[in-house]
């Protein structure tokens, strides 16, 4: 082993430079190799004068910053490069370039940096007998095969400060904020600083919300005196078919879906409310001390699987150990936010509502994934734990029946004009209560016959009523779900 390159592929991502310098520094000090940065990803080994070599000197002083002195590209495939030649644009396959450009540059092996697409074309490369070893890269925490990716935790630090920020002013104002932050397809950046944030609700992929529920979560902390509140909302989020005055929410995406929640919000509540898409500024910057230490433990044990001519492998964390996995296991399937999970539960014991229950007053909480929303999913031909990828969103998932959601709005009118008759007797009953309290705080007007009894009807009254209202209230918040599901599968 004479000589290495190094290349990172995809979205940059704080700590990317820790990974070069680690990988620069164990390769010259450790093994005495050369190495040769491959810029704006995959492109500098199509075009091999976009490289230069990397020297200890050279990088001095790049550990803390963020970017990459590399150069990326965020779709660089060079097994479907697209060429710009006039109209239309053209797919060269030019792997087969990147083979010959590390034999002119007189590399022995690659370590490329990256996310679930760049370590799949590095698994591809590594199929056709290049020497290649990844190391995971994203802010977005979702690679299936290591516990942790670098960049994570920095754009963790990020997000948590601008809700710590956006508390302060929505306490001031008694406003409600929205905050959109990145993820991708996983919840995981928004759950974490949700949790870290002390936000009220946390909207995330994995667990299909109503903006019903959230607006109930809102009026309950104003009816406790919190006139202020903090949602978290990832921007891979589905938004339900239908807002709470049951119009449709348009398609949108990423960078948009905050907008549409808030707005649905303002509608449904008549509150104040704010957004921030906190967009790349997750991004950016230098990276924090955690990400400091587990890219250059990445970079450290990439140039020792070189070493040992480990190829074809991904170094990766795992019970906070530095180990590594065959790329093969470590591409194609994206780590999502387990919705039963231990985050979640510890999220929901706080008082953090996911947009998919409420408290019922004097009850316990009510979850809406229950049998009735299975066999409603089920009757549609969705029950099937099907797995989501992104190009789901294109079409309705097959067993849509637009009929059964059809049958489901009805069901709600239903169940919307019972609770309102419910609602209203109980406010009657609940009137009548007042005057016989009212006319106990004029004991002197009381008279020997003071109907004791009627109070007693009035209270069993009230109680069989309230019951009767939980329970359509649950139906309610049951048949809501039963349509965030149906639209989730519809989107
Ligand atoms: O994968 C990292 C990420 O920042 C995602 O969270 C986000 O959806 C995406 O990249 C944004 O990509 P781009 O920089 O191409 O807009």
């Given at each position: 082993m004479q000589?290495?390159?190094?290349a990172?592929g995809?979205g940059d991502c704080?700590?990317l430079n820790?990974?070069?310098?680690a990988v620069?520094r164990?390769?010259?000090?450790?093994h005495?190799w050369?190495?040769?940065g491959?810029?704006?990803g995959?492109d500098?080994?199509?075009?091999?004068?976009?490289?230069?070599?990397l020297?200890v000197?050279?990088?001095a002083?790049?550990l803390?910053?963020?970017?990459?002195?590399?150069?990326?590209?965020?779709?660089?495939d060079?097994?479907h490069?697209?060429?710009n030649e006039?109209s239309?644009?053209v797919?060269n396959?030019?792997?087969?370039?990147?083979?010959?450009?590390?034999?002119k540059l007189?590399?022995d092996?690659?370590v490329?940096i990256?996310g679930?697409?760049?370590l799949t074309?590095?698994?591809?490369l590594?199929r056709?007998?290049?020497p290649?070893?990844?190391?995971?890269?994203?802010?977005d925490?979702d690679?299936?095969?290591?516990e942790?990716?670098f960049?994570f935790?920095t754009?963790?630090?990020?997000?948590t400060?601008?809700?710590?920020?956006l508390?302060t002013?929505?306490?001031s104002?008694?406003?409600?904020?929205?905050?959109?932050?990145?993820?991708?397809d996983?919840?995981?950046?928004a759950l974490?600083s949700?949790?870290?944030g002390?936000?009220?609700?946390?909207?995330i992929?994995?667990i299909?919300?109503?903006i019903?529920?959230?607006?109930e979560k809102?009026r309950e902390?104003?009816?406790?005196?919190?006139?202020?509140?903090?949602v978290?909302?990832?921007e891979?989020?589905?938004?339900?078919?239908?807002d709470?005055?049951r119009?449709p929410?348009p398609?949108v995406?990423?960078g948009?879906?905050?907008?549409q929640v808030?707005?649905?919000i303002h509608?449904?509540?008549?509150?104040?409310v704010?957004v921030?898409?906190l967009?790349?500024i997750?991004?950016?910057?230098?990276p924090?001390p955690?990400d400091?230490f587990?890219?250059?433990?990445?970079?450290a044990?990439a140039?020792e699987?070189v070493?040992?001519?480990e190829?074809?492998r991904?170094v990766c964390l795992?019970?906070?150990?530095i180990?590594?996995?065959?790329?093969?296991?470590?591409?194609g399937?994206?780590r999502?936010?387990?919705?039963?999970?231990?985050?979640?539960r510890?999220a929901?014991s706080v008082g953090?509502t996911?947009?998919?229950?409420r408290?019922?007053p004097?009850?316990t909480l009510r979850?809406?994934?229950?049998?009735?929303a299975e066999?409603?999913?089920?009757?549609?031909?969705?029950?099937?734990?099907?797995?989501?990828?992104t190009k789901d969103?294109?079409?309705?998932a097959?067993?849509?029946?637009e009929?059964?959601?059809?049958?489901?709005?009805?069901?709600?009118?239903?169940?919307?004009?019972?609770?309102?008759?419910?609602g209203?007797n109980l406010?009657?009953?609940?009137?009548?209560?007042?005057?016989?309290?009212?006319?106990l705080?004029?004991?002197?007007?009381?008279s020997?016959?003071?109907?004791l009894?009627?109070?007693?009807?009035v209270?069993?009254?009230?109680s069989a009523?309230?019951s009767?209202y939980?329970?359509?209230?649950a139906?309610?918040?049951k048949i809501q779900?039963?349509?965030?599901?149906?639209?989730w599968?519809?989107?």
């Amino acid at each position: 082993m004479q000589a290495i390159g190094v290349a990172n592929g995809g979205g940059d991502c704080p700590g990317l430079n820790t990974v070069i310098r680690a990988v620069v520094r164990a390769a010259i000090l450790d093994h005495g190799w050369r190495v040769v940065g491959i810029q704006d990803g995959f492109d500098g080994l199509i075009w091999p004068e976009r490289t230069s070599p990397l020297t200890v000197e050279s990088i001095a002083g790049i550990l803390p910053r963020g970017g990459t002195i590399l150069g990326t590209r965020s779709r660089g495939d060079p097994f479907h490069h697209t060429v710009n030649e006039g109209s239309p644009k053209v797919n060269n396959d030019d792997a087969e370039t990147c083979r010959g450009s590390m034999k002119k540059l007189g590399l022995d092996a690659l370590v490329v940096i990256g996310g679930d697409g760049t370590l799949t074309i590095a698994r591809d490369l590594g199929r056709m007998g290049i020497p290649i070893v990844g190391v995971p890269k994203t802010i977005d925490n979702d690679l299936s095969a290591t516990e942790v990716t670098f960049g994570f935790d920095t754009a963790l630090h990020v997000a948590t400060d601008a809700i710590d920020r956006l508390h302060t002013t929505a306490q001031s104002h008694g406003r409600v904020m929205v905050i959109e932050v990145m993820g991708r397809d996983a919840g995981w950046i928004a759950l974490h600083s949700g949790i870290a944030g002390g936000a009220d609700v946390i909207l995330i992929p994995e667990i299909p919300f109503t903006i019903e529920a959230i607006c109930e979560k809102l009026r309950e902390r104003a009816a406790r005196g919190s006139n202020f509140s903090i949602v978290v909302v990832a921007e891979g989020v589905k938004l339900p078919l239908l807002d709470s005055f049951r119009k449709p929410f348009p398609k949108v995406r990423p960078g948009q879906v905050g907008m549409q929640v808030g707005d649905a919000i303002h509608a449904a509540l008549d509150q104040d409310v704010r957004v921030t898409v906190l967009g790349h500024i997750q991004r950016g910057g230098s990276p924090s001390p955690f990400d400091r230490f587990l890219a250059t433990r990445f970079g450290a044990e990439a140039v020792e699987l070189v070493a040992r001519g480990e190829f074809g492998r991904m170094v990766c964390l795992r019970a906070g150990e530095i180990e590594s996995v065959l790329l093969d296991e470590a591409v194609g399937e994206i780590r999502l936010v387990d919705p039963q999970g231990g985050a979640v539960r510890a999220a929901r014991s706080v008082g953090i509502t996911f947009g998919d229950h409420r408290r019922i007053p004097g009850g316990t909480l009510r979850e809406p994934k229950d049998r009735m929303a299975e066999a409603v999913m089920k009757e549609v031909g969705m029950a099937d734990g099907r797995k989501r990828s992104t190009k789901d969103h294109e079409n309705p998932a097959p067993g849509f029946v637009e009929k059964d959601f059809a049958d489901v709005l009805e069901e709600e009118r239903e169940n919307d004009r019972m609770l309102a008759a419910v609602g209203s007797n109980l406010a009657r009953i609940g009137k009548r209560l007042g005057d016989l309290g009212r006319a106990l705080e004029k004991p002197e007007t009381i008279s020997d016959t003071f109907e004791l009894g009627e109070f007693e009807d009035v209270i069993v009254q009230i109680s069989a009523l309230l019951s009767r209202y939980n329970e359509l209230r649950a139906t309610k918040l049951k048949i809501q779900s039963q349509l965030a599901n149906l639209s989730w599968h519809r989107s």
